[in-house]
């Protein structure tokens, strides 16, 4: 439908309202807008909840007044700004992924609606901490540029035609004073700049915008478009790395985790210095050394070689088919549109799957056996999800996607993704939606592939987003870690009794304590280490917490149980979310990577055994892998540009996840700017 369609008459039609004022809720998804009445939006008097997704806008198409509007979903259009949901002064929910917008635009947002709560997938209350400590620290620096460079000149205040450039002026005083920290954030800090001085500088020529400061997400790209594709054999990008002799891995004993603190001397002007860390009672023992094996981008999109924006979320290790409990040296990967598959010995990329207007988030492994008339067939299959609210099951020996399971399925985008150890057809998927599904993939027929499918469970989360699961086999516990905390579901009761299937019954919460303190935290990692051990990380923690499920579980009181770890690990101080935890089940290696590009490995193995005393220090890490110094190789005549990008790019790698294989020869990690990286153990 083109645009001049859209009209009064289309609008009372398409709603079935009696007039534009009683109109509350309107979806115009997928119209093939260009525009939007400014005239005709004027007169929705009470529109509360507005669908434009979907369509061909800009942000010049969006420049509508609502003051009534409290959702708004504008997803998939070309919107290259998010200015204009300053005319949204009641907005509460805002959806914008799918278009060209950066970080920065996720905080830009929350700066300019008072009242947002939601941003794709992220809530105010996460990230409230974060704001709230850049801006105290931001705030007298501004203050302090102002009064030193501006003040006197504009004693009158700033004029309107002015502020821009005066913002401007502060903003590069303040970068250069290292106010600002994090480099992808940029257009932020700027706009941050100006929103502050308008409440420094209240004038007669501007009225300052009201503001509140929401945190950034990872963006999500959400489609309902269904098309899929193979590319095996893709040419993936690969890239040279080694370590200089300045980033040699760090065993334990001889770890420098310094981290920068800011100072001010007598003289007012801003500079860094370095302090020591408190040197821990116990450490852990030293692991072995690896090496950079394999730096590829092999998730690009339109296969670009200077792609750094797509993000690569999880990783996962091919279970062997002859021996159980052991890998291959396949590791499958999601980000993006793709899921590959490599081989860490050559460094190969073995399989890649597309699907348009996807962004896979999370994907897991199960070995089943597919029907035949004889004898059944053993076999890998793959499941993968994310932004499109649909499971896909793949096939990867025969390059096949063969299912896209929707049904009862979720509303929001799914994070995580978990095989039942012992039931080779249970598949858990956690949502954005607060949602815990159970299904059962079934098995499909050796030569069409036919299967039946379904959700066994369903279980709800007080709408909190889940970001990683875990399923401890001795007790039938499924245990979940998300925005809202950690939860257990007694799996084995709930699938057990048909009148039995309430999400209330056999479930209660686990309480993380933070160091030194207690108090429910977002649980942003959570990973299985052992038959009993978890480990998980929460924000605003520069630590990582070990405890024993079946420590928790005899304490539970009036569905509530008190969790003490048994050690505590030492780990980045960072406010980065979505960091996760790695490990291979009773491997005795942890692994979290962090935003400058390294991975910190722990020894977890003497707290596998359950009469091991509990440690009350904090612990160190093992060894510290550094970013190694990283080149392109490739033959392509942009070899130049290519290393160049890689450089620039790599000053700030954030690592979204790691892993290992069964025996810790290779360790895989992803990151936050396209890349899958292979470590090997140095022999």
């Known amino acids: 439908m083109e645009v ?101 635009d996720n905080f830009i947002a929350a700066a300019l609606c008072p009242h947002l709560t939601r941003i794709n997938r992220s809530k105010y209350m996460v990230y409230q901490h974060l704001v709230t400590n850049l801006k105290s620290k931001v705030t007298p620096v ?7 460079k501006f003040a006197k000149m504009y004693k009158g205040g700033i004029p309107a035609a002015k502020l821009a450039e005066v913002s401007e002026q502060v903003y590069v005083v303040a970068k250069q004073q290292r106010a600002y920290g994090h480099l992808k954030l940029e257009k932020y ?16 020529y501007e009225t300052p915008t009201k503001r509140r400061r929401k945190s950034e997400n990872p963006q999500r790209i959400i489609s309902s478009q269904k098309n899929k594709q193979y590319t095996p ?26 981290e920068m603190c800011l100072t001010t001397d007598s003289k007012n002007s801003t500079q860094y210095t370095r302090i020591k860390p408190v040197v821990p009672v116990t450490r852990l023992p ?13 998730h690009s999109v339109k296969n670009d070689a200077l792609d750094h924006s797509t993000r690569v979320w999880r990783c996962a290790f091919e279970p062997s088919l002859d021996v159980p409990g052991q890998t291959t040296n396949i590791v499958a990967t999601c980000g993006g549109d793709s899921v590959c598959l490599l081989d860490c010995s050559t460094g190969k990329l073995m399989m890649r799957y597309k699907h348009p207007k996807e962004h896979f988030f999370a994907l897991a492994w199960t070995t089943l056996t597919m029907k035949n008339k004889e004898n059944g067939i053993r076999t890998n299959i793959l499941a993968a999800a994310g932004a499109n609210k649909v499971v896909r099951l793949i096939h990867p020996i025969q390059h096949l996607c063969y299912a896209d399971m929707t049904r009862g399925a979720h509303t929001r985008s799914i994070s995580t ?4 150890p012992k039931k080779e057809t249970w598949l858990f998927s956690g949502g954005t939606d607060g949602k815990i599904i159970l299904w ?16 066994l469970l369903v279980l709800k989360n007080s709408g909190v987003d889940i970001l990683n699961l875990a399923f401890m086999t001795g007790t039938g516990y499924l245990v979940c870690g998300s925005e809202g905390g950690c ?11 048909e009148q039995s299937k309430s999400d209330q019954t056999s479930k209660f919460e686990i309480r993380l304590p933070d160091w030194k303190t207690t108090k429910k935290v977002f649980v942003d990692a959570l990973v299985q280490v052992s038959d009993d051990l978890i480990a998980s990380k929460c924000t605003e923690q520069s630590h990582i917490q070990l405890w024993s499920f079946s420590s928790a579980l005899a304490k539970v009181n009036k569905g509530k149980s008190e969790v003490v770890p048994v050690a505590t690990l030492d780990w980045k101080t960072t406010d980065e979310f979505y960091i996760n935890l790695g490990t291979y089940c009773n491997s005795g290696m942890l692994m979290c990577g962090d935003d400058n590009g390294r991975l910190w490995l722990y020894d977890v193995r003497k707290f596998q055994n359950k009469s091991t005393a509990a440690c009350d220090s904090l612990l160190k890490p093992a060894r510290l892998l550094p970013w190694p110094v990283c080149s392109a190789r490739t033959k392509r005549g942009k070899d130049r540009i290519l290393a160049e990008d890689i450089a620039k790019q790599t000053e700030r790698t954030i690592i979204n996840s790691a892993t290992t294989n069964w025996n810790q020869h290779y360790i895989v990690s992803v990151t936050d700017n396209n890349m899958v990286c292979i470590w090997t153990k140095t022999r």
């Open 286 to 298: 030293t692991l072995p050394d690896f090496e950079p094996a394999y730096f590829l981008r092999c």
């Open 440 to 455: 059962d993939i079934g098995r499909p027929s050796v030569s069409s592939y036919k299967f039946a499918y379904g959700p």
């Open 4 to 104: 001049q369609d859209l009209t009064e008459d289309f609008l009372l039609q398409l709603t079935g309202c009696k007039q534009l004022a009683d109109i509350k809720q309107l979806n115009l998804h997928d119209y093939n807008l260009v525009k939007l009445d400014p005239v005709l939006f004027r007169r929705l008097q009470n529109l509360e909840d507005l669908d434009v997704s979907n369509n061909r806008l800009t942000e010049t198409s969006l420049s509508i007044t609502i003051s009534t509007l409290k959702k708004l979903d504008c997803s998939n259009n070309d919107l290259s700004e998010i200015d204009f949901v300053q005319n949204f002064q009641n907005l509460e929910e805002l959806h914008m992924e799918g278009n060209h917008l950066a970080e920065s």
């Open 142 to 148: 501004i203050n302090g540029i102002w009064e030193g």
């Open 189 to 204: 800090h700027r706009c941050l700049t100006k929103l502050i001085l308008q409440a420094l500088v209240i004038s007669e």
């Open 417 to 420: 993704l978990l095989f039942h």
């Open 487 to 497: 939860y257990a579901h007694n799996i084995d009761v709930l699938t057990s009794d």
């Open 233 to 258: 054999q893709v040419k993936e990008v690969k890239i040279q790395c080694f370590k200089s002799d300045s980033q040699r891995s760090i065993p334990q004993s001889k770890a420098s985790t310094e």
